[in-house]
């Protein structure tokens, strides 16, 4: 029979002023989603406890007290926040990808985390650049985050954002035979135009790499414009952007994108369309030409400081194993290698 898996692209408004009603609101989304039978959902982008909108609406020496409240907020990982939404995962025997603004000691991060039906964290990656604004808000992620895990679902991989507009970080996930890509964008800013580049971007990572792309952006209400720029000329900036989708192998929606509003994607991802997509263009099997084109990717750590009394780090979560899931090298496609220093 063919195999198919129920997908479910969650767009929700955070709780700007309380990290654990953001996280509340996560979890009942999962038990909604689960009801209806999704067995893998993705939220948006650092939507715990809420992506920074602030520091793209006012200027840099305006936004000490917000972001200050940002680290307060911000969850560190592991931590309660994983710990309430992996067990969210367990209960109800389901994958998820979360966005969160990750906390380690004095810097924040665009962390994504994937975790799998036992509410294990399997994937933990961190944005490798943050985009414009953000700059002023995250440090950057390394490789070892440009990675594909094997699940009970499929091979899944996940990017945030304008890093879809890198073709260098998608094509080291493609070479490692993503299924089913997991997409995050902040949604609620910028308007149309975002929302429609957005589209374009995610439509054509499906073409070609031959995979579904499942994908979440966030939502604002009107009291939370107002809240976050009171200039009521400045909400123009906080409106638009908003795309949750999920589209096919073939770059079709396989359910009407949500735009406007709160709400659910919920789509039946039918796995044999990868094999029918890349019978035609596998990009990076029988399309690829490696004498002529090639990749390599430094997946290792990059940590400020290296010591040769380091702990065992074998219970540490899935950032501390940068060679998990690489694939071998006579791909043909890409080299991921680790870095030899």
């Known amino acids: 029979m063919p195999r198919t898996v129920r997908a479910a692209a969650i767009q929700l408004a955070p709780v700007l002023d309380s990290a654990d009603g953001t996280v509340e609101r996560v979890c009942a989304a999962i038990a909604e989603a689960a009801g209806k039978g999704a067995e893998l959902l993705v939220f948006p982008e650092t939507f715990v406890p809420y992506y920074p909108y602030f520091s793209f609406v006012h200027p840099p020496v305006s936004i000490g007290a917000r972001h200050m409240k940002l680290y307060e907020d911000s969850p560190s990982v592991p931590g309660p926040a994983t710990d309430a939404v992996g067990a969210a995962a367990r209960r109800h025997g389901v994958h998820v990808l979360l966005g969160v603004n990750e906390r380690d000691h004095g810097s924040l991060y665009n962390a994504q985390l994937l975790f799998d039906a036992e509410g294990r964290i399997v994937l933990h990656r961190r944005k490798i650049t943050p985009t414009f604004h953000e700059r002023m808000i995250w440090g950057q992620g390394d490789g070892r985050g440009l990675r594909v895990v094997d699940t009970a679902l499929g091979r899944i991989g996940a990017l945030a954002c304008w890093e879809h507009y890198n073709p260098l970080a ?172």
């Open 170 to 341: 998608r094509a080291a996930l493609m070479a490692q035979h993503e299924e089913i890509h997991l997409a995050q964008f902040p949604g609620s800013m910028v308007g149309p135009i975002f929302a429609d580049q957005m589209e374009v971007t995610i439509r054509h990572h499906a073409l070609e790499s031959g995979c579904f792309v499942v994908n979440a952006t966030g939502w604002l209400t009107d009291a939370q414009r107002a809240a976050i720029a009171p200039d009521p000329a400045m909400h123009r900036a906080l409106r638009g952007g908003c795309c949750t989708a999920i589209v096919s192998p073939e770059g079709a929606h396989l359910a009407p994108p949500l735009r406007e509003g709160e709400g659910m994607v919920i789509a039946d991802l039918d796995m044999s369309l990868i094999v029918k997509r890349k019978r035609m263009m596998d990009s990076v099997g029988h399309y690829a030409r490696p004498e002529l084109l090639s990749l390599v990717v430094d997946d290792a750590p990059h940590d400020i400081a290296r010591f040769s009394s380091a702990k065992d780090t074998s219970d540490e979560p899935e950032r501390a194993e940068p060679d998990a899931g690489r694939p071998d090298a006579d791909h043909g496609f890409a080299v991921l290698r680790a870095a030899s220093g």
